[in-house]
Nanobody, 120 residues
Framework: QVQLVESGGGWVQAGGSLRLSCAAS????????MGWFRQAPGKEREFVAA???????YYADSVKGRFTISRNNARNTVYLQMNSLNPEDTAVYYC??????????????WGQGTQVTVSS
């Protein structure tokens, strides 16, 4: 069982930056693929970024070049650095963990989410 706790969300003006963190429980964090997803009001949850156990990364086209996913296995934490934010990035951001890096919502474990609001 893995528990995930996101933090770092908040309010920011367009063009600003935020860094989200996701702290994971468990001893085998370094074996998990980790993902970030987001869900805006009235929309489906969508893929944002993922990082594999070997640190390979993948990004949605909408965030490529602006967001960076990284992990610190010693701290059981995955990060999402978000730069050049725009109002379309406003959503609840969720952290996910699983055995396989996926670009869909098929991960095994999910956090509760953290709200990100970008004002114009």
């Amino acid at each position: 069982q893995v528990q995930l706790v996101e933090s770092g969300g908040g309010w920011v003006q367009a063009g600003g930056s935020l860094r989200l963190s996701c702290a994971a429980s468990g001893r085998t964090f370094n074996r998990y693929a980790m993902g970030w997803f987001r869900q805006a009001p009235g929309k489906e949850r969508e893929f944002v970024a993922a990082i594999n156990w070997d640190s390979r990364t993948y990004y949605a086209d909408s965030v490529k070049g602006r967001f960076t996913i990284s992990r610190n296995n010693a701290r059981n934490t995955v990060y999402l650095q978000m730069n050049s934010l725009n109002p379309e990035d406003t959503a609840v951001y969720y952290c996910a963990a699983g055995q396989v890096m996926l670009l869909t919502t098929g991960y095994d474990y999910w956090g509760q989410g953290t709200q990100v609001t970008v004002s114009s």
